[in-house]
């Protein structure tokens, strides 16, 4: 069966240092991965897409990385703020017919302490 | 960004009733989802669309039916509500690189 994995356990770290997020997969090929942020009682929100043919993405302090022979992308966070602190879930779009099915990894919770 | 908006915010029902959930949008986006978010299993997919009356079934589509009579209103409804549906539903668009989410409902059965 399809499967998305992430942490489950927060990941606790201090300002000012780098968040490695992992999200692993297996049965899937994927065009597309992307990294979403939720907060408590809101919806997802869009940080990045990569692609199959792209190994890595940056955008400001985010960095996203795509190995398709490993099934795993990371997602890392430099210099990080108390503000940072939220759920981060990875999803992947599949090609299904002619559709692309988003499925999401169930996150993981970053803790940033000051 | 699209604007997308669902309705109601949240809802108490009771067992048996039926229930509908709307998600609306501003732009013409032809893909539209349904999905649930429960503690221990994330964003489930329940339904999408790829356009007007034309739908398909997600992960956990068994007890949920959608309709999508306009491009800009997609409608997820609850036959017979059961408390094994109370959660929080998104609805999302498609939308240039990412997906875009409404605000969610919370929807409780008793």
């Known amino acids: 069966s399809q499967k998305i994995e992430q942490n489950s356990e927060a990941l606790n770290i201090q300002e000012g240092k780098t968040a490695t997020l992992t999200c692993n997969y297996t049965?899937?090929?994927?065009?597309?991965l992307q990294w979403y942020r939720q907060d408590p009682g809101r919806g997802p929100v869009f940080l990045l897409l990569?692609?199959?043919?792209?190994k890595e993405k940056r955008k400001e302090r985010l960095k996203v990385t795509f190995d398709t022979t490993l099934k795993q992308s990371l997602f890392h966070i430099t210099a990080s703020q108390p503000a940072d602190s939220a759920t981060y879930l990875c999803?992947?779009?599949?090609?299904?017919?002619?559709?692309?099915?988003?499925?999401f990894g169930r996150g993981t919770s970053l803790i940033v302490h000051p | 960004d699209a604007g997308i908006t669902q309705s109601p915010r949240h809802k108490v029902t009771e067992t048996g009733t039926p229930v509908t959930l709307r998600c609306h949008q501003t732009?013409?986006?032809?893909?539209m989802y349904w999905y649930r978010q429960d503690p221990g299993h994330g964003l489930r997919l329940i339904h999408y669309?790829?356009?007007?009356?034309?739908?398909d079934k997600g992960e956990v589509s068994d007890g949920y039916s959608v309709s999508r009579s306009k491009t800009e209103d997609f409608l997820l409804t609850l036959e017979s509500a059961t408390s094994s549906q109370t959660s929080v539903y998104f609805c999302?668009?498609?939308?240039?690189?990412?997906?875009?989410f409404g605000s969610g409902t919370r929807l409780t059965v008793v």
């Open positions: 999302a668009i498609s939308e240039g690189d990412g997906y875009t």
């Open positions: 049965n899937y090929s994927p065009a597309y």
């Open positions: 990569i692609r199959e043919n792209e």
């Open positions: 999803a992947l779009d599949e090609r299904s017919g002619g559709s692309y099915i988003p499925t």
């Open positions: 732009e013409n986006h032809r893909y």
């Open positions: 669309s790829y356009g007007v009356k034309d739908t």
